[in-house]
């Protein structure tokens, strides 16, 4: 039996959990779920994510929530070298990064996208320029710490991908729609690495269906 993936592609949340399955050559089935009608909110969708939020995964009997957390089960389930559970401080290293992606990177760029892509485009509001640059600088911060990481790593956890790395793609492929786009010429290693991950087939396709759903 397929798993389900509840939510629609375009969710920074949910296409991370999509690359995951595309990476581990995993089937299954996305179940769009419509925030318009406020189907998140309903008591069927909250039954699979009490926040009422997405993504939720359902595989067989077992449901789970939380995006990084089901990206862990694919990837276990399906003995993916992306966690390096094979080496005790490999893994380690690949959790201390994921750590950072969701405090350090993933909490400015929701905001930056929120303010320059979903606000305006979805409901007609106008960007609050002075939020977009406190994210902007925050975001700064944290890619001076990856620009010097990546001159003495291939990637992030070390000289291998891993889950650390590709949790970052969805956020990283809006921040390139954004306006700002160009920051990432400040920080030339940073760039390189994302154009990377942007290039692998898992990611390319996963990002077809994000275009598809938006």
């Avoid at 969708?45 to 862990?72: C, M």
């Amino acid at each position: 039996m397929a798993m389900k993936v509840f939510g629609q592609p375009m969710s920074t949340n949910v296409a991370r959990v999509l690359v995951c399955l595309e990476e581990a050559g995993v089937k299954y089935e996305v179940v769009p779920v419509d925030f318009a009608t406020a189907e998140h909110k309903s008591p069927e969708h909250t039954s699979r994510n009490p926040f009422g939020q997405v993504p939720a995964l359902q595989d067989g009997d077992l449901v789970l929530f939380e995006s990084r957390a089901i990206s862990r089960y694919v990837l276990r389930k399906n003995s993916s070298e992306l966690l390096k559970e094979g080496s005790l401080g490999d893994s380690a290293r690949v959790d201390v990064w994921l750590e950072v992606e969701s405090h350090h990177f993933d909490r400015p760029m929701a905001v930056i996208i929120y303010q320059c892509l979903v606000l305006p485009v979805y409901f007609g509001g106008k960007t609050d320029e002075k939020i977009v640059e406190e994210n902007l600088e925050t975001l700064r911060k944290t890619f001076r710490v990856y620009e010097d990481r990546l001159s003495r790593s291939t990637y992030l956890a070390g000289d291998f991908i891993s889950l650390a790395d590709l949790s970052h793609f969805p956020t990283a492929y809006y921040l390139l729609a954004t306006p700002h786009a160009g920051m990432l010429d400040e920080f030339p290693r940073v760039k390189a690495w994302i154009d990377g991950m942007l290039a692998r087939p898992a990611v390319i396709k996963v990002i077809e269906m994000m275009k598809a759903s938006a």
